[in-house]
Protein backbone atom coordinates (compact mmCIF):
# COMPACT_ATOMS: atom_id res chain seq x y z
CA UNK A 1 0.00 0.00 0.00
CA UNK A 2 1.58 3.08 -1.11
CA UNK A 3 1.70 5.83 1.52
CA UNK A 4 3.19 9.29 1.77
CA UNK A 5 4.77 11.14 4.82
CA UNK A 6 5.55 14.90 4.99
CA UNK A 7 7.44 15.66 7.82
CA UNK A 8 10.09 18.68 8.22
CA UNK A 9 9.71 21.92 11.17
CA UNK A 10 5.86 23.02 11.77
CA UNK A 11 7.51 26.88 12.74
CA UNK A 12 9.93 28.76 9.79
CA UNK A 13 11.29 32.30 10.77
CA UNK A 14 10.06 35.28 8.01
CA UNK A 15 12.59 35.75 5.68
CA UNK A 16 14.25 31.61 5.85
CA UNK A 17 13.90 28.65 4.12
CA UNK A 18 10.93 26.36 4.68
CA UNK A 19 11.93 22.52 4.03
CA UNK A 20 10.06 19.68 4.02
CA UNK A 21 10.38 15.97 2.82
CA UNK A 22 8.28 13.36 1.59
CA UNK A 23 9.14 9.65 2.54
CA UNK A 24 7.63 7.49 -0.05
CA UNK A 25 6.50 3.77 0.87
CA UNK A 26 5.16 1.42 -1.17
CA UNK A 27 6.81 2.30 -4.29
CA UNK A 28 10.20 3.85 -6.10
CA UNK A 29 9.47 7.22 -6.86
CA UNK A 30 12.28 6.53 -9.41
CA UNK A 31 9.51 4.86 -11.57
CA UNK A 32 8.86 6.32 -14.73
CA UNK A 33 4.45 6.09 -14.43
CA UNK A 34 4.73 9.18 -12.03
CA UNK A 35 5.33 12.29 -11.06
CA UNK A 36 5.35 13.57 -7.44
CA UNK A 37 3.88 16.93 -6.65
CA UNK A 38 4.11 19.29 -3.56
CA UNK A 39 0.32 21.35 -3.07
CA UNK A 40 -0.51 23.31 -0.14
CA UNK A 41 -3.39 24.83 1.65
CA UNK A 42 -3.08 27.92 3.48
CA UNK A 43 -5.64 27.41 6.62
CA UNK A 44 -9.84 28.04 6.06
CA UNK A 45 -8.45 28.20 2.44
CA UNK A 46 -8.23 26.32 -1.13
CA UNK A 47 -5.75 23.91 -2.86
CA UNK A 48 -2.69 25.59 -4.64
CA UNK A 49 -0.12 23.68 -6.78
CA UNK A 50 3.23 24.27 -5.79
CA UNK A 51 5.24 22.08 -8.31
CA UNK A 52 6.07 18.30 -9.77
CA UNK A 53 9.35 16.18 -10.55
CA UNK A 54 9.99 13.88 -12.52
CA UNK A 55 12.02 10.46 -11.93
CA UNK A 56 14.77 12.10 -14.16
CA UNK A 57 14.82 15.18 -12.07
CA UNK A 58 12.68 17.76 -14.69
CA UNK A 59 10.93 20.03 -12.90
CA UNK A 60 7.81 22.40 -13.11
CA UNK A 61 6.71 24.95 -10.89
CA UNK A 62 3.72 27.21 -9.90
CA UNK A 63 4.96 30.80 -11.98
CA UNK A 64 3.86 32.50 -8.77
CA UNK A 65 6.15 30.07 -6.54
CA UNK A 66 8.97 29.57 -9.74
CA UNK A 67 11.74 32.23 -7.94
CA UNK A 68 11.18 30.53 -4.70
CA UNK A 69 10.80 26.90 -5.10
CA UNK A 70 12.51 24.24 -5.33
CA UNK A 71 11.91 20.48 -5.57
CA UNK A 72 14.61 17.22 -5.56
CA UNK A 73 14.49 13.58 -5.54
CA UNK A 74 16.51 11.88 -3.42
CA UNK A 75 16.28 7.99 -4.66
CA UNK A 76 18.33 6.13 -2.41
CA UNK A 77 16.10 7.25 0.24
CA UNK A 78 12.83 7.42 -1.73
CA UNK A 79 11.83 10.88 -0.51
CA UNK A 80 11.05 13.90 -2.41
CA UNK A 81 11.71 17.29 -1.00
CA UNK A 82 10.69 20.79 -1.09
CA UNK A 83 12.24 23.95 -0.26
CA UNK A 84 10.58 27.51 -0.36
CA UNK A 85 13.01 30.60 0.28
CA UNK A 86 12.09 34.12 1.63
CA UNK A 87 8.89 32.50 3.20
CA UNK A 88 6.07 35.42 4.54
CA UNK A 89 3.15 34.94 6.64
CA UNK A 90 1.57 34.26 3.00
CA UNK A 91 3.19 30.93 3.02
CA UNK A 92 1.67 29.37 5.79
CA UNK A 93 -0.26 26.27 5.35
CA UNK A 94 -0.77 22.83 5.20
CA UNK A 95 1.87 20.96 2.85
CA UNK A 96 0.61 18.13 1.66
CA UNK A 97 2.37 15.84 -0.97
CA UNK A 98 1.20 14.09 -3.67
CA UNK A 99 1.85 11.20 -6.27
CA UNK A 100 0.86 12.43 -9.69
CA UNK A 101 -0.37 9.55 -11.93
CA UNK A 102 0.03 9.78 -15.87
CA UNK A 103 -2.14 7.44 -17.92
CA UNK A 104 -2.34 8.40 -21.68
CA UNK A 105 -1.78 12.44 -21.15
CA UNK A 106 -4.36 12.08 -18.04
CA UNK A 107 -2.86 13.68 -15.22
CA UNK A 108 -4.39 12.80 -11.60
CA UNK A 109 -3.33 13.81 -7.86
CA UNK A 110 -4.09 9.77 -7.03
CA UNK A 111 -2.09 9.38 -3.82
CA UNK A 112 -1.87 12.31 -0.88
CA UNK A 113 0.35 12.13 2.19
CA UNK A 114 -1.94 13.34 5.32
CA UNK A 115 -0.29 17.19 5.09
CA UNK A 116 1.85 18.72 7.34
CA UNK A 117 1.16 22.26 8.81
CA UNK A 118 4.29 24.77 8.12
CA UNK A 119 3.39 28.17 10.43
CA UNK A 120 5.45 31.21 9.37
CA UNK A 121 6.14 33.58 12.23
CA UNK A 122 8.96 35.27 14.45
CA UNK B 1 -3.06 31.89 -17.21
CA UNK B 2 -6.53 29.66 -17.25
CA UNK B 3 -8.81 30.81 -14.19
CA UNK B 4 -11.63 28.02 -12.81
CA UNK B 5 -14.37 29.46 -10.91
CA UNK B 6 -16.89 27.22 -9.18
CA UNK B 7 -20.32 27.58 -8.24
CA UNK B 8 -21.75 27.77 -5.72
CA UNK B 9 -19.08 28.68 -3.17
CA UNK B 10 -20.86 26.60 -0.56
CA UNK B 11 -24.44 25.06 -0.17
CA UNK B 12 -26.94 23.25 1.99
CA UNK B 13 -28.67 19.87 1.19
CA UNK B 14 -29.90 16.79 2.78
CA UNK B 15 -29.34 13.42 2.88
CA UNK B 16 -31.50 12.32 -0.51
CA UNK B 17 -30.95 15.39 -2.10
CA UNK B 18 -29.36 15.69 -5.79
CA UNK B 19 -26.25 17.91 -5.74
CA UNK B 20 -24.78 19.41 -8.82
CA UNK B 21 -21.69 21.78 -8.84
CA UNK B 22 -20.14 23.77 -11.71
CA UNK B 23 -16.85 24.71 -12.37
CA UNK B 24 -15.85 26.68 -15.17
CA UNK B 25 -12.54 27.31 -17.10
CA UNK B 26 -11.68 30.93 -18.81
CA UNK B 27 -10.92 29.19 -21.78
CA UNK B 28 -11.05 25.92 -23.06
CA UNK B 29 -9.31 23.06 -21.49
CA UNK B 30 -10.54 20.08 -23.52
CA UNK B 31 -11.77 17.29 -20.75
CA UNK B 32 -8.81 18.27 -19.00
CA UNK B 33 -10.47 18.30 -15.33
CA UNK B 34 -10.51 16.18 -12.08
CA UNK B 35 -12.55 16.59 -9.09
CA UNK B 36 -11.69 15.99 -5.72
CA UNK B 37 -13.28 15.70 -2.12
CA UNK B 38 -11.80 16.95 0.98
CA UNK B 39 -12.79 16.33 4.09
CA UNK B 40 -11.93 18.16 7.23
CA UNK B 41 -8.41 17.89 7.90
CA UNK B 42 -8.25 15.26 5.53
CA UNK B 43 -5.84 15.11 2.71
CA UNK B 44 -7.95 15.54 -0.37
CA UNK B 45 -9.33 12.54 -2.42
CA UNK B 46 -9.73 11.71 -5.75
CA UNK B 47 -13.38 11.54 -7.47
CA UNK B 48 -13.57 12.06 -11.37
CA UNK B 49 -10.78 12.16 -13.74
CA UNK B 50 -10.87 13.32 -17.44
CA UNK B 51 -14.34 15.19 -16.54
CA UNK B 52 -16.32 12.41 -16.61
CA UNK B 53 -14.76 9.38 -15.54
CA UNK B 54 -15.04 7.62 -11.68
CA UNK B 55 -12.32 6.79 -9.69
CA UNK B 56 -12.00 3.05 -8.56
CA UNK B 57 -13.65 2.59 -5.76
CA UNK B 58 -15.45 5.50 -5.56
CA UNK B 59 -19.30 5.42 -5.59
CA UNK B 60 -21.50 5.95 -8.46
CA UNK B 61 -23.54 8.24 -6.51
CA UNK B 62 -20.89 10.66 -7.90
CA UNK B 63 -20.65 11.84 -11.50
CA UNK B 64 -18.86 14.47 -13.69
CA UNK B 65 -19.77 15.73 -17.36
CA UNK B 66 -18.51 19.04 -19.34
CA UNK B 67 -16.27 19.46 -21.91
CA UNK B 68 -14.59 22.75 -23.30
CA UNK B 69 -15.23 25.35 -20.63
CA UNK B 70 -18.15 24.44 -18.48
CA UNK B 71 -17.94 21.36 -16.32
CA UNK B 72 -20.34 20.01 -13.88
CA UNK B 73 -20.32 17.36 -10.89
CA UNK B 74 -23.43 15.82 -9.38
CA UNK B 75 -24.31 13.53 -6.23
CA UNK B 76 -26.86 11.94 -6.98
CA UNK B 77 -28.30 11.22 -3.67
CA UNK B 78 -26.49 12.80 -0.72
CA UNK B 79 -24.84 10.43 1.84
CA UNK B 80 -24.17 11.73 5.18
CA UNK B 81 -20.30 10.89 4.30
CA UNK B 82 -20.65 13.56 1.15
CA UNK B 83 -20.55 16.60 3.20
CA UNK B 84 -17.22 17.78 2.13
CA UNK B 85 -15.82 20.37 -0.06
CA UNK B 86 -14.77 19.37 -3.44
CA UNK B 87 -12.82 21.20 -5.82
CA UNK B 88 -12.15 20.93 -9.42
CA UNK B 89 -8.64 21.08 -11.04
CA UNK B 90 -7.47 21.40 -14.19
CA UNK B 91 -4.15 20.07 -15.86
CA UNK B 92 -2.18 21.29 -18.23
CA UNK B 93 0.26 17.79 -19.55
CA UNK B 94 1.36 20.47 -22.16
CA UNK B 95 4.97 21.98 -21.33
CA UNK B 96 5.16 23.29 -19.12
CA UNK B 97 3.02 21.60 -16.65
CA UNK B 98 0.52 22.93 -15.07
CA UNK B 99 -2.33 22.36 -12.55
CA UNK B 100 -5.19 24.92 -11.36
CA UNK B 101 -7.64 24.26 -8.51
CA UNK B 102 -10.60 25.94 -8.34
CA UNK B 103 -12.01 27.96 -5.46
CA UNK B 104 -13.79 24.85 -4.13
CA UNK B 105 -16.81 24.57 -2.79
CA UNK B 106 -18.72 23.14 0.50
CA UNK B 107 -21.45 20.99 1.34
CA UNK B 108 -22.79 21.58 4.43
CA UNK B 109 -26.17 19.62 6.33
CA UNK B 110 -29.15 21.78 5.71
Known amino acids: QLQLQESGPGLVKPSETLSLTCTVS??????????WGWIRQPPGKGLEWIGN???????YYNPSLKSRVTISLDTSKNQVSLKLSSVTAADTAVYYC??????????????WGQGTLVTVSS | DIQMTQSPSSLSASVGDRVTITCQAS??????LNWYQQKPGKAPKLLIF???NLETGVPSRFSGSGSGTDFTFTISSLQPEDFATYYC????????????FGPGTKVDIK
Open chain 1, 98 to 111: ARTLVVADIFTFDY
Open chain 1, 26 to 35: GDSISSSHYY
Open chain 1, 53 to 59: IYYTGST
Open chain 2, 27 to 32: QDISNY
Open chain 2, 50 to 52: DAS
Open chain 2, 89 to 100: QHYDNLPPMLFT
